[in-house]
Nanobody, 113 residues
Framework: QVQLVESGGGLVQPGGSLRLSCVAS????????MNWYRQGIGKEREWVAG????????NYADSVKGRFTISRDNAKNTVYLQMNSLKPEDTAVYYC??????WGQGTQVTVSS
């Protein structure tokens, strides 16, 4: 079965960086696009970034464009989200997604002084 396991979240100060990882199993990872979403407390789930199966194309929400980078290593069945210049409004649970409709358990990112 499809499994997605996120890691790398934590507490970071504004302006800091984190790299999230999502290890996938149960499907041919290299054949699928992948996404990152996030959900803050009291907010709806928000799409953050997407990457094509080969990694050749990436797309970002306007709110993170220029600060976040999605990448993947198909040999490791892993998709990453490098988050730089973090802001308090980036605080959320971040979820890895395989369209459609598979989700990881989420990893908490808290940006606070």
């Amino acid at each position: 079965q499809v499994q997605l396991v996120e890691s790398g979240g934590g507490l970071v100060q504004p302006g800091g960086s984190l790299r999230l990882s999502c290890v996938a199993s149960g499907f041919t990872f290299k054949g699928y696009a992948m996404n990152w979403y996030r959900q803050g407390i009291g907010k709806e789930r928000e799409w953050v970034a997407g990457i094509s199966s080969s990694g050749g194309r990436t797309n970002y929400a306007d709110s993170v464009k220029g600060r976040f980078t999605i990448s993947r290593d198909n040999a490791k069945n892993t998709v990453y989200l490098q988050m730089n210049s973090l802001k308090p409004e980036d605080t959320a649970v971040y979820y890895c997604n395989k369209p459609s409709d598979y989700w990881g358990q989420g990893t908490q990112v808290t940006v606070s002084s």
